[in-house]
């Protein structure tokens, strides 16, 4: 059955930021998102604190945390690989991170640089340290579709890293289709052999459209009882990593679908607009979003 809500997790100004060859200041990062925390959205993630070597553009992100106004009703939220990561983080006030790896080898060492096993160790120190300073930990984990370097990935592989990170700490696991190859079928495979170890409430759907499949595949996870959805406003982004890999699913397209289909998301499609037009014209072109362009050519 179909859920009757549907929580969206805002991850334009990391996942689609991170990607994007404009460097965009602190300044103009916060402006995002304090767009976006007028919306409706109740998780936004704003950032993360991985090497400046590896991915500059998220290099602000201690300015970001730092200058954001502390809210009530919005999580904030930012990825850290590392318990360096994690130091930074909370110096600069960050409430809720989220660790990432992989069910793919191949993807593990171009991303962050060691095995699949060697990262779960390295989680170890940052659970810790997250657990003693009350901060909620997420779990990702990428190439649950498909892999850029290794090719298909076994579902079995994706529900070993999940449980596993689940066991560690995670209050949920987001399922990431990093490059986007997967369809309904795979959509089904997946989530068959997932949910036999993990219920539907601790999991998220992180679907990048590459081939125009997010929507479709999204709907399928719905079906599967997932309510929880990583989108990206206007369609930012993609994955340094993972190359030829386009954004997020557009949280634009993401609402319209759930308001077409009466499940509750909370967002408010207007304001929403108003921070993919905001987002866009810095960027300097239209949103890759179809129900974007549309809304906003009426
Ligand atoms: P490493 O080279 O193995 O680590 O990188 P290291 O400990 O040897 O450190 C190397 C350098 O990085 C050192 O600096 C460290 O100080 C520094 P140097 O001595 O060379 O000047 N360093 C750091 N600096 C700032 N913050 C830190 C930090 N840690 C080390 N936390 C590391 C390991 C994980 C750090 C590196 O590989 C990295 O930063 N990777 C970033 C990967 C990344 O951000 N990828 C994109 C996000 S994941 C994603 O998009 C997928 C997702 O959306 C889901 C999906 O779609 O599938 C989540
Ligand atoms: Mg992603």
Redesign the pocket.
Same mark, same amino acid.
């Given at each position: 059955m179909l859920p009757s809500k549907v929580s969206i997790v805002e $991850?334009g100004p990391r996942?689609g930021l991170?990607n994007e060859t404009l460097n965009l200041s602190a300044a103009q990062k916060i402006e995002l998102i304090n767009l976006l925390s007028k919306t409706g959205l109740k998780r936004i993630e704003a950032g993360?604190? $991985?090497?400046?070597?590896? $991915?500059p553009q998220?290099a602000n992100s201690d300015e970001v945390f730092q200058a954001l106004p502390s809210r009530t009703d919005v999580q904030y939220s930012a990825?850290?690989?590392?318990i360096? #990561?994690l130091e930074?983080a909370i110096d600069a006030g960050v409430k809720e991170v989220a660790v990432?790896g992989s069910a793919s080898e191949a993807f593990s060492q171009k991303?962050?640089?060691?095995s699949i096993s060697e990262s779960l160790k390295r989680f170890e120190d940052v659970f810790q340290l997250a657990d003693k300073n009350n901060i909620k930990v997420r779990g990702?984990v990428?190439?649950v579709m498909g892999c850029p370097y290794q090719g298909d990935i076994s579902p079995k592989a994706v529900t070993q890293v999940s449980k596993a990170l689940l066991d560690m700490g995670c209050y949920e696991i987001?399922l #990431?289709?990093?490059i986007g190859a997967g369809t309904p079928r795979a959509t089904s495979l997946l989530l068959e052999d997932v949910l036999k170890d993990i219920p539907a409430q601790k999991l998220a759907a992180?679907f990048?459209d590459t081939y125009g499949q997010a929507l479709v595949n999204l709907y399928k996870a719905l079906e599967y009882g997932i309510a929880t959805i990583d989108s990206a406003v206007a369609g930012l982004g993609g994955?340094?990593?993972a190359k030829g890999a386009s954004g997020n699913v557009a949280t634009e397209d993401v609402v319209y679908m759930l308001n077409g289909m009466k499940i509750s998301s909370g967002v408010n499609m207007d304001r929403l607009l108003t921070a993919s037009s905001y987002i866009s014209e810095v960027l300097g072109r239209p949103p890759v979003s179809k129900a974007a362009n549309a809304l906003l050519a009426k």
């Open positions: $991850v996942d991170q993360s604190f $991985v090497s400046p070597k590896w $991915v998220m990825l850290t690989p590392n360096r #990561g930074t990432f991303n962050i640089n060691c990702y990428s190439c987001s #990431g289709d990093t992180h990048h994955c340094p990593y």
